[in-house]
């Protein structure tokens, strides 16, 4: 199942996936999916599902995240470390990981039967940082702490920096019909009741759902909420990124003259119909000091910090790695979501609508950026 998808149960207990939004494979999206067909290509045999220790976060990062998509089981938090994490209540996140059973690894014909893009392309390892997560079920039930009756995960979920701390809300079996799956434990029933949760040994694939703390659906962290964030490029010390509420106390007080609604098409080798006719519009803020512009734009939640903080605004977009991937902290290293948006502010080079244009005509074709 999709961690954007919603899921619906019926009468007799069981439980199917819908998508919450049909999503069209064209713009943002088209970009995203494409960036996991290049991981299928130049990257399988390369990922890494043990990490040695749990990268810290801050409101601001001045140590870059780790790129390489380590995973951190069987190093649970204490009752008192995971109740504080993870308070009581509803609000936040909703996410489902599938739980892979030990003997897919194994066995290369249990290993066949993993969806596509999931693992390596030898079938002994999980692929880190997928839009749909995926944990070892061993792994996942040694992340565990028991808080009373619930069940917290903590560690780092499927190589995703953001995703370290978690409550178990159900665990569901794979139905025989596709999209359908079976309830086997529920925190409000089952949790409530003091039934413990199990690992479901087996051949039988199941899968979590999990939640984030309450405060996850305002925001990155619980001290900043708002999903906005500022990346301050042109800062001559060095770059700085800030978010949320931050962003009123650390971005100067500048005064914008004029504002530029901008629009273009994201570029494809070849244009459909629907290509041409689907534009992605962001403004442009000229500022009183003359120094650099801002580009402002709404998309999808997480799709920088998804996409390895590479933006068409900026020029090393297609480096291994971003300059403005550097400054995003842990807590923003998240997988994308299509039901849910942000806002971007990026301060560029350009000083002035004219240059911005010059600036995004380098980058125009159908093998470019932009068309």
Not at 173 to 181: D, E
Request: hydrophobic letters at 35%; proline letters at 6%; aromatic letters at 10%.
């Amino acid at each position: 199942m999709d961690e954007l998808a919603t899921l619906e149960v019926s009468a007799e207990g069981e439980t199917t996936t819908t998508p919450d939004v049909e999503v069209p494979a064209d713009g943002e999206f088209r970009i995203l999916m494409q960036s996991l067909e290049d991981d299928n290509k130049s990257q399988d045999g390369e990922w890494v599902q043990l990490a040695e220790e749990l990268p810290e976060s801050a409101p601001t990062s001045s140590n870059p995240v780790d790129d390489e998509g380590e995973s951190l089981y069987g190093q649970p938090l204490s009752v008192k470390e995971a109740a504080e994490k993870m308070p009581p209540g509803g609000g936040g996140l909703i996410y489902t990981a599938t739980l892979i059973p030990d003997d897919f690894f194994k066995d290369q014909k249990l290993a066949k039967l993993v969806g596509k893009g999931i693992l390596n392309s030898e079938r002994t390892a999980i692929k880190p940082r997928r839009p749909s997560l995926a944990v070892r079920s061993s792994n996942f039930f040694q992340s565990l702490t028991k808080v009373g009756p619930r069940y917290i995960f903590s560690g780092i979920l499927n190589g995703w920096p953001g995703l370290t701390c978690l409550e178990v809300l159900e665990l569901e079996k794979k139905g025989k019909i596709v999209g359908v799956w079976h309830k086997v434990w529920n925190a409000k029933e089952d949790g409530a009741k003091g039934l413990p949760l199990k690992n479901p040994e087996g051949k039988t694939v199941h899968r979590v759902v999990l939640r984030c703390a309450p405060w996850s659906s305002q925001g990155w962290s619980k001290d900043s909420p708002g999903f906005a964030f500022w990346y301050e490029a042109q800062k001559r010390e060095r770059p700085e990124m800030s978010y949320g509420t931050n962003m009123l106390r650390t971005v100067e007080d500048s005064i914008c003259t004029h504002i530029h609604m901008v629009s273009h098409r994201y570029a494809v080798k070849r244009e459909n119909p629907r290509d041409l006719l689907t534009y992605h519009s962001v403004c442009l803020l000229e500022w009183d000091h003359g120094k650099y512009t801002t580009v402002a734009e709404t998309a999808y939640l997480n799709g920088i910090g998804g996409f390895k903080g590479k933006s068409n605004f900026y020029a090393d977009k297609d480096q291994p790695r971003t300059k403005l991937y550097d400054t995003m902290p842990a807590e923003m290293i998240l997988p994308w979501r299509t039901n849910l948006a942000e806002i971007r502010c990026y301060d560029v080079e350009a000083k002035n609508l004219d240059e911005f244009w010059s600036y995004l005509k380098k980058y125009e074709g159908n093998h470019q950026r932009r068309t």
